[in-house]
């Protein structure tokens, strides 16, 4: 009989976490397991996809009160006796509060307070509680563990395990020559598309590279920089690209579900974050062969290469405006994008699922593989 497990998800959005987890569960399901997503709450965008994987999405959590959820959680878990991974705060809070001691595992996706917003030590007090009711734990980078150790939300002598997040290379376009940005991004010789990805929030220091894409404007005429994501800086990042006079080179795109299709049209892309627990878009650019600029922080060097030459210092946007400069030649653009497309394999999906297969294990004896 195939080992059941359930995912439990906050969301199943287009987000990092969430796509991670797409990719964890279209492996599990190609290595024999079978595999359910229980989510919270929010539009499932991601539904057709983690049914395309072969993986089933049950709904019966979503957009219930927080205490509903706990009673029928128990009951589903207790009809079936599945094993529980968590992911995302809530979700994790959500399987402490239902499962049998020791009957889930969960993931940590980011380096930040597990409940941000929070008192300090309210959030310590649920990190650690879910800890306690947990088998093991799983960090998805050494940033990310380093940072829950250090605010004393889990214990030294915790098993929290580092496990890097999978990526399949293999194209969604299926031979589909029609770009969506085709249009609204033109491509030549002459012009560099400076791109990136990313929530319109703090985190994604916005003003570090619209301050490097002003300055880098000034000397270079054709420089266009897009921008992919929304938020609540939108109107903010506007008022300050047209203070800089430059409103004309930055186009805000908003959300998309086509983010291959973009990575197609850009020339570089770019990364300024105050921190990542590990950055899945740089898998994605790296993937598409883009030379990245990325800030010197967090996880980010994990993925990248902690001597790769694209690495700028956070907040530098004299340093990074520079780089974008130099990297007008098509020979260091290759040579950037050679650096970081050599290090995929370290983030095979086969890797990822055997070493949490082998957690699994630990946790609840040798019935994975």
Known sequence: MS????????TIER???????????????????????LYLKGNPELKNEFEGAGATVNPMLAE?????????????????????????????LLAALSCHKNAFIFSRHNAEAFWPGAPRFFSILLSRFVAIRAARGIAISHAVKKFVLSNLEITHRYPFDVVYYGFDTHSDRNGRRFNHFSESISKSSTQLNIGTIGRLVPQK??????KAFALAAKTE?????????????????NDLSADLMIEDKIHF???????????????????????????????EAMSANLPILVANNSAIPEVVGSDYPGLFNTGDFTMLSKMMIDLRSQSERKKL??????????????IMVYKISDIYNLAWGNKFF
């Open 3 to 10: 080992p059941k497990i359930v995912h439990l998800i906050t």
């Open 15 to 37: 987000g990092g976490a969430e796509k991670q987890l797409l990719t964890l569960a279209r492996e599990q399901v190609k290595a024999g397991f079978d595999i359910e997503i």
């Open 64 to 92: 219930i009160s927080f205490l509903r959820q706990i009673s029928l959680l128990r009951k589903h878990l207790l009809c079936k006796g599945n094993f529980v991974h968590a992911h995302l705060p809530r979700a994790e």
């Open 205 to 210: 220091d916005y003003p570090t590279l619209i």
């Open 221 to 237: 005429q054709n420089l266009e920089l897009f921008v992919i994501g929304e938020g609540f800086l939108d109107s903010q990042l």
């Open 253 to 283: 795109l908003g959300k998309t579900e086509f983010i291959e299709e973009f990575l197609e049209v850009i020339d570089v892309f770019v990364l300024t974050s105050n921190y990542e627990g590990f950055g899945l878009v740089l898998l």
């Open 337 to 350: 994008a050679d650096i970081v497309s050599s290090r995929l394999p370290i983030f095979a999906p086969n």
